[in-house]
T-cell receptor, first 114, second 113 residues
Framework: AQKVTQAQTEISVVEKEDVTLDCVYE???????LFWYKQPPSGELVFLIR??????QNEISGRYSWNFQKSTSSFNFTITASQVVDSAVYFC???????????FGTGTSLTVIP | DTAVSQTPKYLVTQMGNDKSIKCEQN?????MYWYKQDSKKFLKIMFS???????INETVPNRFSPKSPDKAHLNLHINSLELGDSAVYFC????????????FGPGTRLLVL
């Protein structure tokens, strides 16, 4: 079974629109960690955020915000006033407290149209 | 200042050849990984080493052999390359423990002709 599901394969928005990328995870651990990574067209994988399972506070960093809801096992990512530079593939990932494996979702490809 | 580096960045080779990709990290991490990213952008874990010891070995053809000479290096050797091996290979590292963030190298784009 997929531990991290990103149901949106591709999203296109017009510049300045807000967009939310969904991430749903599955784990039996009570302690776990969630991550988002960005992969721009240049190809590198850039770490964006880490969130632990005990901290459900939403996080905001500039135009980026993350909504963690344990009740729905979701860790969604919103970009406000999107820009062309936000065009990338975004990956959500889960790391459980035990073990060394990262579980990546299949990624959401975001295209921001000027 | 490069945290996780990989060489080469691009690799074009013929079917049947043997090739190696090298990875080095200067972050002091004790755990390193190899991932394969196919054309659909799926990131598939291949191997992981912790302090030079193999701890994750996913279903990968035995033509792929990782080697970790020390905890800062993790190399990937591929024998008898096939067309299906064409992909981007990413190295990553982190401190062991579920809370730790993985940091990725720039990737090696392998094209098998």
């Amino acid at each position: 079974a997929q531990k991290v599901t990103q149901a949106q394969t591709e999203i296109s928005v017009v510049e300045k629109e807000d967009v939310t990328l969904d991430c749903v995870y599955e784990t039996r651990d009570t302690t776990y960690y969630l991550f988002w990574y960005k992969q721009p067209p240049s190809g590198e994988l850039v770490f964006l955020i880490r969130r632990n399972s005990f901290d459900e506070q939403n996080e905001i960093s500039g135009r980026y915000s993350w909504n963690f809801q344990k009740s729905t096992s979701s860790f969604n990512f919103t970009i406000t006033a999107s820009q062309v530079v936000d065009s990338a593939v975004y990956f959500c990932a889960l790391s459980e407290n035990t073990g060394n494996q990262f579980y990546f979702g299949t990624g959401t490809s975001l295209t921001v149209i000027p | 200042d490069t945290a996780v580096s990989q060489t080469p960045k691009y690799l074009v080779t013929q079917m049947g050849n043997d090739k190696s990709i090298k990875c080095e990290q200067n972050l002091g991490h004790d755990t390193m990984y190899w991932y394969k990213q196919d054309s659909k952008k799926f990131l598939k874990i291949m191997f992981s080493y912790n302090n030079k010891e193999l701890i994750i070995n996913e279903t990968v053809p035995n033509r792929f052999s990782p080697k970790s000479p020390d905890k800062a290096h993790l190399n990937l050797h591929i024998n008898s390359l096939e067309l299906g091996d064409s992909a981007v290979y990413f190295c990553a590292s982190r401190f062991s423990g579920g809370s730790e963030t993985q940091y990725f190298g720039p990737g090696t784009r392998l094209l098998v002709l």
